[in-house]
């Protein structure tokens, strides 16, 4: 049986060994002060907004820093817009009341108690005194009715710009952004892998920013030896060295070399769809991996619980996988599982299995990271934001967790769900 407690003090006198102020640099966490890359591509944005032009897409796989990119936007545009950032697809009217809370509290108190109509677009563009860049995180998740308000309150006078970020079918293959939005779009970028040299930077800048140390506990070759493995995507860059920590820890070692990376590292693999480029539009593809295709019969149970659209993506990206399903059990060991997660997903699960039920502020305040962090993650442990199609190997395991009521009546509290918890228990 695992001693928690026993666990806890090995890796406190590694970290203290290690001098690292943090136990793992490397988790989720979208720190403006620790972005790497993109200069040019930042450039294009900065200059987008001085301007005051209307629409903007950045768009790119899973893991490729578009929520990282648009945070480090938001924090720099900051200085001299209002910004107003939706870090998940909302809804019409939550939209509308952010707006109404930039409107100058003098002229709202001058309009008595009349509520502003949040169709009335001319008002809300004389009412909001200064330059306003409305950001959409997880765009391609986002209502028509969203996208069309977006489009009213920029085209209805000069003070609202709009910036939609994405997976590519945004403005690619099936195209979820709306034709009337791709015909006016000023700027349209695709993210691409960093550099060696940013990919490096990115590692050493973690450890620096948050540790507070220079002790990179990786060498040279070894940063660029998981750069190359990870094919130089953030995200995969973040997440082999997150479980090269966890291998540091058990091994008590206070330096990785490229043998250890060659050895130990487990590279996420992400099977990521292809798309068509849209014709009307000059931007470049992003790379993809080929991924074969295959008669591969889902089990009725499993297919029930899978929404139509989802079918074929299941049966495509169940080859090779190691989950294996008989008679609707999920034939997987607790490692396997959690080696398949994140390591903030890890750490959620992990707690939620000792201390369920918990709230996002709950959970933010035990574990590295930020509440609008965990409340993302929460959202993608459900199974929202494509989340399941990212992790072929337990994608039949989705939804992980389950949302309900607080019973104290604000907000809600999070638990597993049966099949996770089962997971969970195995050895």
Known sequence: MVNFEHENELIAAWQTEQRWSVRDPFTHMNDPELFVGFDDLLKKLYMFAALG??????????????????????????????VVLFEDAPEKEYVAEKIRNLCSGKLMRALTLRKIDSHDYTSFNKLVKRHTILIFDEAHSIDEKVFSYARSLSENGTTFSVIFAGKPELVMGKRVLPQYLLDRLELSEGLQPLSENESVELIKKRVEGLTKSTNYLFTEDAMKKIARNSRFIPREILETCSKLVEYAIKNNAHEITEKDVERNAHYPVRPQIPVHITPALSIQETPVLDVPTAEIAMPEEIAESIP??????????????????????????????????????????????????????????TIDGTYDTIRHMMKRLQGKYGEPDSKPKIIGLYPLIEERVNPDGRGFVYSLTIQTRKVMSTD
């Open 53 to 82: 032009k209307n629409y903007a897409v950045v768009y790119g796989q899973y893991g490729y820093g578009k929520t990282a990119l648009i945070k480090k936007i938001a924090s720099d545009l900051r200085k001299k817009h209002n």
């Open 308 to 365: 139509e659209e989802k079918v074929n993506t299941y049966e495509r990206l169940m080859e090779g996988s190691a989950a294996v399903y008989k008679g609707g059990a999920h034939n997987i060991t607790r490692d396997e599982f959690l080696r398949e997660l994140s390591p903030l997903q890890k750490k959620i699960l992990v707690y939620l299995f000792r201390n369920e039920p918990k709230s996002s502020k709950e959970l933010s305040e």
